[in-house]
């Protein structure tokens, strides 16, 4: 089996794990109070549906959101840092010796590290990003982790329902509850 085209996502197996549990969870609940409640089970089909569809909605637009927030911020303090680079060149200059300086480099080797740094605009804010912000420009695509969040959402949310789902197309002479629960638990060992 190729699993080489599976390796762009490998970075996107948080995302999938926790839109997944989060799916898995919401959605035993949802089941969980139905049947408490005493409900049929077309009814807790469509509860369950409805809670994948909205939560799990909900869950990928929230990623998103949250990604693409991050990835503005950081473009906000880079077109800043740029800014004062190109117009506090002294200032930049003594925060970058600073930084250095506290990582133990001193002397002639110093102000070679300072030199090569802020010999090109670039690279002098990339270490003032990484080095003196401590930011780092987030590599996720906000659009790949919202459906991925989504996706995992779905597929796993659907575990503690399947049972229902089958149920109602094919009864079966099962205590539907306990098996959606052995489910749901083994959902969590995927």
Known sequence: MNFKGLKKWEP???EFVYGGMDGCVTTFAVVA????AGLDSAIII??????????GFAMSVGAYLSTKT???NFDKYRTQATKNVEALLEH?????QKIYSEKGFEGQLLNQVVEVITKDKERWVDVKMKE???MSRPKKSPVRIGGITYVSFILIGLIPLLIFVIDYFNPLNLNLFVTSSVLTAGGFFL
């Open 46 to 55: 469509i509860l369950g549906f409805a809670n994948l569809l909205a939560d």
């Open 92 to 96: 930049e200059k003594q925060e970058i």
């Open 12 to 14: 996107y197996l948080g």
């Open 132 to 134: 003196g912000l401590q």
């Open 70 to 72: 991050e990835k503005d």
């Open 33 to 36: 109070g139905a049947v408490g």
